[in-house]
């Protein structure tokens, strides 16, 4: 994990600000041009703080744009720390394309010009978070549940604010309740009436400060007809879909027969999962990501590995493996307070206990 840093903000005047990075460029001397960067750099230093940005910001926004303070301070005493006249102006030309020019990719809203500001964002294929996100509406009332970090990093990377997402399985509501926290839109489809009445008002008791939709769809993501759904929003696909399904029969979620849970064997799991897969993609845009949030299993004492039989069943559909993360399960329920009772399970019948689970990104 990438260690919590607390973040401060300056506004700049983006005149005044690239003005002054010009002149310092006009400066044939390193030493004159670390003269003006630290005169700069004493002068941002006095500049009082602001809010974060709410998106990706340049010098035409409102009164000018907003900086990390702790970025921008290491970005000028990169410049000062230069031994030649020639490094100094390419950091200079850098730090102003930062300030002028905002490139991004098709699928996010990540500013690549200013990336060393993203520190929250993970980019390793290791996530070791055993702390639910509490925040806001987030909470543990519904067994098997996963983590609202998870979407949340999701929609990060692989969603622009204002795109629509899916979740065929949206149980609690997590992945719709971080859709309102991000200014992204969702359509949650859940089985289970009762729950999804629950899970409906749940989210709509999160504030909702982009004025985004969420909906809560009841109904069997296998067989839905998703793009009747879509079009009531005036939409023919969507631009992210993060599937987390049941593990099989490690949960019984419901009596349903079409339920996952309740599938009679591994092989009807990913088959019907498949079926769901197949189904989702054939609303997502091309070019876009869907994601699986899925664990393994214990069967008749071996190991079943239930995340790879679903990769490779979405990979036979076309979809491209992009990235595979493990994410660090030490906090489930189903484990705590009882760590000492796995452990020596795990020494019995020679097996490691599960503390991990697997997210596919895949892309159509």
């Not at 979407?151 to 629509?164: E, I, N, S, V």
Request: with cysteine; hydrophobic share 40%.
């Amino acid at each position: 994990m990438v260690a919590h840093i607390e973040a401060t903000y300056i506004r700049i005047d983006a005149p005044t600000f690239l003005g002054e990075l010009g002149r310092c460029l006009d400066e044939g001397s390193l030493t004159q041009v670390r003269a003006r960067v630290a005169d700069l750099q004493r002068h941002l230093d006095r500049v009082p703080l602001t809010d974060p940005p709410t998106g990706s910001s340049g010098p035409g926004d409102g009164d000018g744009p907003i900086l990390r303070r702790d970025v921008l301070r290491a970005e000028l005493e990169q410049i000062l720390e230069a031994q030649t006249t020639a490094r100094a102006h390419y950091y200079l030309t850098r730090l102003q394309r930062g300030v002028t020019d905002v490139r991004t990719t098709a699928v996010n809203d990540i500013n690549l010009n200013r990336w060393k500001e993203y520190d929250e964002i993970l980019t390793d294929s290791l996530w070791m978070m055993d702390r639910r996100d509490r925040h806001g509406s987030h909470g543990a009332w519904y067994w098997g549940n996963f983590i609202p970090q998870i979407p949340h990093q999701l929609m990060l990377r692989y969603t622009k604010a204002g795109d629509w997402v899916l979740d065929p399985f949206s149980g609690s509501g997590t992945t719709l309740i971080e859709c309102r926290r991000l200014g992204r839109n969702g359509l949650g489809v859940e089985l289970n009436p009762d729950t999804a009445a629950r899970s409906a008002e749940v989210v709509g008791a999160e504030p909702n400060p982009y004025d985004v939709t969420t909906q809560v769809i009841v109904g069997d993501s296998a067989v839905l007809d998703l793009d009747a759904r879509l079009e009531q929003h005036g939409l023919d696909r969507v631009q992210m879909a993060i599937l987390h399904p049941p593990y099989h029969d490690i949960i019984r979620f419901s009596d349903a027969p079409d339920d996952l849970s309740n599938a009679s064997s591994v092989d009807a799991f990913v088959e019907r999962f498949s079926s769901v897969i197949a189904h989702v993609r054939g609303v997502l845009e091309p070019g876009r990501f869907l994601a699986i949030v899925i664990g393994d299993k214990y069967e008749a004492g071996s190991w079943v590995p239930l995340g790879f039989y679903v990769m490779q069943a979405a990979m036979a559909q076309g979809l491209a493996l992009k990235s595979i993360v493990v994410k660090n399960l030490n906090g489930t329920r189903a484990k705590r307070d009882q760590q000492a009772l796995w452990r020596y399970r795990a020494l019995v019948a020679g097996f490691y206990v599960f503390k991990h689970e697997y997210i596919f990104l895949l892309q159509n």
